[in-house]
């Protein structure tokens, strides 16, 4: 039990996008939170990578107060995360991308590195050989070089939760890690995802691609309106029919959820079209 | 071979070239410099100070991506820092490296001092409030007469000399200051390489994923303020000193702007774009004195022209040293 909410909450003005939930999340598994369209996902997500400050109730990792610091002392506690909308630093190359997650651990040296060019090639050797151990796993080695920006979406995708995993986090949050994926990529990312499972880490994915989350999850929450409306393995989310009718009103089916998360799949696939 | 692929297998052959040439001729110009007329070897003094302040302010706008448009504040800071303390204004006569680890030390302060307050602001806020500032700073030195002289300035600045050493006539200034451009030039360069320089470009980028890495973007930010306002300073007192003379009218809000002009046309970003955008703001005006006020006209027109045939600047962010460096002597 090491990332804990407690009583959280979430006000915009009159909307509760998050109402009093109460949920906690165990080392060394997997966790999927679904749910509907505004149910609330993102903002659980932002609160706890303090993107979004706290309405009410509080957040703990390893008992130590998330909701009181600041989003880069989250981010120095091990918590590492993506975004819904891709968010890198598009004009700097896929390995700088990587390399300045260092910071927090490197910046004490900077004027050393300065004036002093040996220990500055060494420091970034060091670095630069564990990004590209990271970007290797991601398939990205040949695209070290290249400008984030101008990468393909897929590739930009990965190298997000590249740049997340970089520092070996204790928490790994991705908001929507498959959106805008096709099937080959989809199933490429499971299979990473997967593999980056180790028994310090909590990883939390927000998703609405069900194969995905059924294939790779241990533990799935349903967020409805707001609300922990579920919590199970794949297997009895599945069963639940509460969860079906969240999702669809009428649904009868896993397949139904299907269908939405395909739905969902096209409406991205098109924006992210636009964008690039 | 098809031609476009032999011109492609070409290219670097002339570029490295060009690199060549261009670093021939600018090792040529310095090494002509000291045998020209004064009046020329002024006209260089003061393009090496200009490159100076860009280097310095490319820090904040082009690293950092934050628009400063105060910037000759920290200028003004270092040439009143040598005006005071080195004239008989306070009959203060303090040596030359003296004043300038003070300049240096006040401009870092001053610095920060205006970095505190506009931490929150970004582009044109940012741009807005910084511009205030450098005005606030001219408008007290104007008003302080009992310590600035205010609008007459401070005159008779004592000659600077350095261990021993006079430096008192345009060619002394010119090495002096050439010491100093390679010296900041460096700093600044290994600087962008450093991690503290990687953490600069991702709060350009996108500041609040940079906080999401754990970027403390308050002490980046300040650190970029501060070594930005020390190399400012510093070419102020070096100013003041070759002058021998100071008022306020050297410290206005077209200054500060020239500067930003230079780093947008020569290559945001980018020292050798500085060192370009420079060499045409300041030496063009030279070249064409004699056309008196069509000269403004023209460079209106050829700074449209290149911005819009080259809208990264004459040399790019791209070809940074590094690659100058390896087109010259690599791989
Ligand atoms: N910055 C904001 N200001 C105001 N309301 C917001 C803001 N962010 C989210 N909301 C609202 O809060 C609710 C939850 O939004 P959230 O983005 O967390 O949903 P989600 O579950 O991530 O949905 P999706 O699947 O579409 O990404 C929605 O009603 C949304 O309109
Ligand atoms: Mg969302």
Known sequence: MTLVFDRLRKEYGQVVAIDDVTASFAPGLIHGVIGPNGAGKSTLINMTAGSYTVSAGSIALDGKRLDKLKKYQIANSGVARTYQNIRLFDQMTALENLEVCFYPSDVGGTWKEVVWPPYASARRDHRREKCMEILRFFDLQGHADAEAGSLPYGRQRMLEIARALVCNPRLLLLDEPAAGLNHHETADLTAKLAAQRSPDRITIIVEHDMDLVMALCDNIIVMHHGKLLFQGTPAEVQASTDVQLAYLGTANDIDDIRAAAQDRRAQLGIRTRRRS | ?331
Do not use: C
Request: charged residues 15%; hydrophobic residues 60%; proline residues 4%.
């Open chain 2, 1 to 331: 071979m098809s031609v476009a692929e032999s011109l492609a297998a070409a290219r670097p052959r002339s570029s490295r070239a060009v690199a060549f040439l261009v670093f021939a001729v600018a090792i040529a110009l310095i090494a002509a410099t000291p045998f020209l007329p004064n009046y020329y070897i002024r006209v260089i003094d003061s393009l090496l100070i200009y490159i100076l302040l860009g280097i310095g302010l490319n820090i904040v706008i082009g690293y950092t991506g934050l628009l400063d448009l105060g910037f000759v504040a920290f200028y003004a800071v270092g040439a009143y820092s040598y005006a005071l303390l080195a004239s008989p204004q306070l009959d203060l006569h303090l040596p030359f490296l003296v004043i300038l680890l003070v300049a240096a030390s006040l401009g870092a302060i001053t610095g920060i001092l205006l970095g505190i307050p506009v931490l929150r602001l970004r582009g044109d806020y940012l741009a807005i409030v910084t511009l205030g500032f450098g005005e606030i700073v001219r408008i007290i030195i104007n008003n302080v007469d009992w310590l600035t002289g205010g609008p007459k300035g401070i005159a008779r600045l004592d000659k600077a000399s350095i261990l021993g050493i006079q430096i008192a006539r345009p060619v002394d200034f010119f090495w002096l200051l050439l010491v100093v451009v390679l010296l900041a030039g460096l700093v600044a360069w290994r600087l962008e390489r450093s991690i503290l320089g990687k953490a600069w470009a991702a709060i350009r980028e996108d500041q609040d994923a940079a906080r999401g890495i754990g970027i403390n973007t308050t002490n980046a930010k300040l650190a970029a303020f501060a070594t930005s306002a020390t190399i400012g300073s510093i070419a102020g007192a070096i100013f003041a000193a070759s002058q021998r003379f100071v008022s306020p009218e050297s410290f206005t809000l077209q200054e500060s702007v020239l500067i930003v002009l230079m780093i947008v046309i020569g290559g945001i970003g980018n020292i050798l774009g500085i060192v370009a955008g420079a060499a045409i703001l300041i030496l063009l005006p030279e070249v064409l004195r004699e056309f008196a006020e069509w000269r403004i006209l023209f460079l209106g027109l050829l700074m449209i022209f290149l911005i819009i045939v080259r809208p990264a600047g004459i040399v790019p962010r791209s070809f940074g040293p590094d690659k100058l460096i390896r087109r010259l002597f690599g791989k």
